[in-house]
Every structure is written in C-alpha cells, then in structure tokens.
C-alpha cells in the first residue's frame, strides 16, 4: 500500500518513469503473498497513475484487474472508482458510449455505499464524456456538481481540475463567457501550480491555449501550447502530446 500510494504520488508530480515502477514493486510485493485486498489497492492505485497520463489501454488493463479483485474480496469503497477508472480508459480510446455506461456504473455503485470520498471525481470523469459527446449541457452540469463536491469535502486536486474543466465547457459553450473560462481555467492552474502537480498544470495549460486559439488570440494560443507541448513530451504524455499538436497544426494553419 505504501509503495503503490508513493507511485501515484511521483506520478502526479510527473516522475512517470518512477512511479510506475513503485506501483510495479507493489503489486509484486502483493502478489507473492496472495493478499487478495492488497492487490485489489495495488491495482486501483496503479491504474491512477496511467489515469494522469492518459494511457487509456493501461488504465483499462489495471481497472478491469482492480474490479475482478474488489468483487472476489467486496472492497465496496474501491469498486465504484474502479469502475469509472475503467470508464475512462474508454473515454480516452474515444469509446464514449461505454465509457459513458462504466462511469454511471461506478458513480451509483459508490452513491450507494454513501462513501462522500472524491464522489466529485464520477462527476468531473462524466462531464469529460458528455463534453466529447457534444452535450455541453450535461457536460456542464457534471462539472459544476464536481466543483461543489470538491470544495465541500476539500479535494484539492479535483476542485482545480474541475475549474480547469468548467473554463474549457464555458467557452466552448458560449464565445462570451471568454473571460469567465480564462479565468477558470487559471485559478485551476494556480491551484495545480500550488501543489506541483505538473502533468495537471500542462492540462491547464492546454485547455488555455486552445481557449486562445478559439478567440482569436493566435500569439498567446501559440505560446501558451508550446509550453504545454514541451511538458508533455518532457513527461511522455503522449495522449495530451498529440492532442496539444492537433490544436496547434490547427493555429499554425
């Protein structure tokens, strides 16, 4: 549990390369005892990593994994983020549909348990498919009640990814909200910025880039994603990566 919770950790710092190989250490560790509860963790915690990244296949493959061990040994306050884990491994891979039915699944397995720990992210990962979907209503509906959730129960992390989000909703949503997505987008930076969570701060500067290009502002989208750009491969981001380049072939002309 040490281990893998360490991996994550140097994960969300953007030590990648380090943090898989604690979480590796982990599960190994696990595994050789047969402690069926501790490679249910060890492969929940496992999968986070490769949900900051943005590695769909294996966020899929370590989620799967952690639903099979947390039905076998009924870790109730595992399987409904497990479940919306998975869900976004498909988001990811542009499965929105199933993405969609496994994130429903893990919000209404964990709502019934009445765990209030991180629920806000069931909300923040929907909002994410029902953003791609085209349904900016919903899209913004889910994100506003992840916001709500994680000020409420003090998530630091999901609150400044869910203003990230809400800024990036907004302006898409509505040109004239410009200004308000700005800034939420960088109030979640600040925060991300706050708690060295780089791979989340190069998110941010992402959506506000392309926020820049959609107005207009080619300098500032250009400069803005090549910062963003340059993190993502620093760190091997390689799904973030691509999706920053297609914003800029598209400002670049």
């Known amino acids: 549990a040490l281990l893998v919770n360490y991996g994550v950790a140097m994960g969300a710092l953007g030590n990648f390369e380090e943090g898989e190989a604690l979480c590796e250490k982990g599960l190994r560790y696990a595994r050789e005892i047969n402690d069926l509860y501790g490679i249910c963790l060890a492969e929940f915690y496992y999968s986070n990593l490769f949900l900051i990244k943005g590695d769909g296949e294996k966020l899929i493959e370590h989620s799967q ?20 884990s998975l ?23 964990q709502t019934d348990t009445g765990l209030p720990f991180v629920l806000s992210l069931h909300y923040w990962a929907l909002s994410n498919v029902h953003f791609d979907s085209g349904d900016l209503e919903n899209a913004r509906s889910c994100v506003e009640e992840a916001l709500k959730l994680a000020q409420t129960n003090n998530e630091r992390s999901v609150e400044a990814e869910s203003r990230m989000w809400l800024g990036r909703v907004l302006g898409k949503e509505d040109i004239s909200q410009a200004n308000q997505a ?4 960088l109030h979640g930076i600040r925060i991300v910025d706050e708690l060295k969570l ?14 820049y290009a959609d107005t207009g502002q080619r300098e500032k989208a250009l400069e803005t994603l090549k910062k963003a750009e340059g993190m993502f491969q620093e760190m091997g981001m390689d799904y973030y990566l ?4 297609t914003v800029l072939e598209r400002v670049q002309g």
Not at 67 to 80: C, D
Not at 87 to 109: D, M, P, Q, S
């Open 65 to 84: 994994e952690a639903i099979r061990y947390g039905e076998e040994t009924q870790m109730v306050a595992i399987l409904g983020l497990a479940w919306t």
């Open 182 to 185: 700005e800034e939420c987008i």
């Open 87 to 109: 869900g976004y491994g498909y988001y990811l891979l542009g499965e929105l549909e199933t993405a969609r039915k496994h994130i429903e699944r893990g919000l209404k397995t």
């Open 242 to 245: 691509r999706r920053t380049q």
């Open 198 to 211: 780089i791979p989340l701060c190069s998110e941010g500067y992402l959506y506000l880039g392309e926020l």
